[in-house]
């Protein structure tokens, strides 16, 4: 499951244990719950999101899914809002990877403001191609909305390719890389506090970043404020 400690003004969640994090109704509930308190918090300012063990997250729990598309589609149905909490949260966001990244686990990652990500272990790789599962279409649009660099979403999503941390960060996937697990945390923590110190307007930020993201909002079912809403809300703050 996770945890959600709090240093000064940082929110540190943490996927605990040494499995693979799967994705499944229990795991997406504690990281919901957890997200919602985050978002209660007024005097949070940044989101660090890690893990513990070899995986930050292994993509969706296929084990409690078996044969079952029924429960493959729950899990795609209940991810959706997991991906609207953290694009919508008010507050900057940053996934310290520790770990490998795979399938619902990338989008998870992605769904940050910043991917932090050891260098000496650990890929992104998504396996849908490779095991026969289509993309949901929420899974796409947020992969066409984070990755810009060309080539970088045609060979994660057509040629199922595994990008480690180096490779990542030139191609837009990672934002920074440290030599070993031990550095991620606390360069991701570092970071956040200086965002933190910022003292931004947490529903400003939040706005920002929806807005530069439309196609995501909409496919994942996050409201779309209209351009009077956004100009009264622009003028209210003059």
Not at 89 to 105: C, K, N, Q, Y
Not at 188 to 195: D, I, N, S, Y
Request: glycine share 8%; charged share 20%; net charge neutral.
């Amino acid at each position: 499951m996770c945890t959600l400690e709090k240093r000064g003004r940082v929110l540190i969640l943490t996927l605990t244990g040494s499995g693979e994090h799967r994705l499944g109704p229990d795991v997406i509930s504690s990281l919901r719950s957890a997200l919602a308190t985050a978002r209660s918090d007024s005097t949070a300012g940044a989101l660090v999101v890690t893990n513990e063990g070899r995986f930050f997250c292994n993509g969706f729990d296929l084990a409690w899914t078996g044969n079952s598309k029924a429960k493959l589609m729950t899990l795609v149905s209940q991810a959706k809002p997991l991906i609207a909490d953290l694009v919508s949260l008010p507050m900057p966001t940053i996934a310290a990877v520790s770990g490998h990244v795979a399938a619902a686990g990338v989008m998870f990652a992605l769904a940050h403001d910043y991917v932090y990500m050891r260098g000496d272990r650990g890929v992104f790789y998504c396996s849908e191609l490779d095991v026969g599962l289509p993309f949901p279409p929420y899974f796409m649009v947020l992969m066409r909305s984070k990755l810009t660099k060309p080539g970088t979403l045609r060979d994660l999503a057509l040629g199922a390719k595994k990008i480690n941390a180096i490779e990542g960060k030139e191609r837009g996937l990672v934002d920074k890389v440290f030599e070993s697990a031990s550095d991620v945390l606390p360069e991701a923590v570092k970071m956040a506090e200086q965002l933190a110190a910022r003292n931004w307007i947490g529903g400003v930020y939040a706005s920002i970043r929806m807005s530069m993201y439309p196609d995501l909002c909409r496919s994942v079912g996050l409201p779309q404020e209209s351009d009077d809403e956004v100009e009264k809300h622009f003028v209210s703050r003059l």
